[in-house]
Nanobody
Framework: QVQLVESGGGLVQAGGSLRLSCAVS????????MGWIRQAPGKERELVAAMRWIGSNTYYADSVKGRFTISRDNAKNTVYLQMNSLKPEDTAVYYC?????????????????WGQGTQVTVSS
């Protein structure tokens, strides 16, 4: 069973930066797709970034391109989301998720394992 634990959320002013971390353990996750998914109050979940555990291909939602960067540290079994130039509309609960199927990983519903989420609040 894959376990995901996020950290790094908080309150930041618009234009600021935060880095989210996701510690991954359990199972054989080297073939998984890792994603960061957010959900704001009253809105649908949005896949903001994703990458395979092995390889360099990445995905970013148009809303975060050029501002967010997903990365990983294989030695630490940790996935990161560096968020720069934050905007009030980035306010949401951010979840780290792992997907078994590459083909299903293009949408939030395609992920099989989820962390507990971490709150990111951007003030104007």
């Amino acid at each position: 069973q894959v376990q995901l634990v996020e950290s790094g959320g908080g309150l930041v002013q618009a234009g600021g930066s935060l880095r989210l971390s996701c510690a991954v353990s359990g199972g054989t996750f080297s073939s998984y797709v890792m994603g960061w998914i957010r959900q704001a109050p009253g809105k649908e979940r949005e896949l903001v970034a994703a990458m395979r555990w092995i390889g360099s291909n990445t995905y970013y939602a148009d809303s975060v391109k050029g501002r967010f960067t997903i990365s990983r540290d294989n030695a630490k079994n940790t996935v990161y989301l560096q968020m720069n130039s934050l905007k009030p509309e980035d306010t949401a609960v951010y979840y780290c998720a792992a997907g078994v199927s590459f083909y299903r990983s293009t949408s939030p519903g395609g992920y099989d394992y989820w962390g507990q989420g971490t709150q990111v609040t951007v003030s104007s």
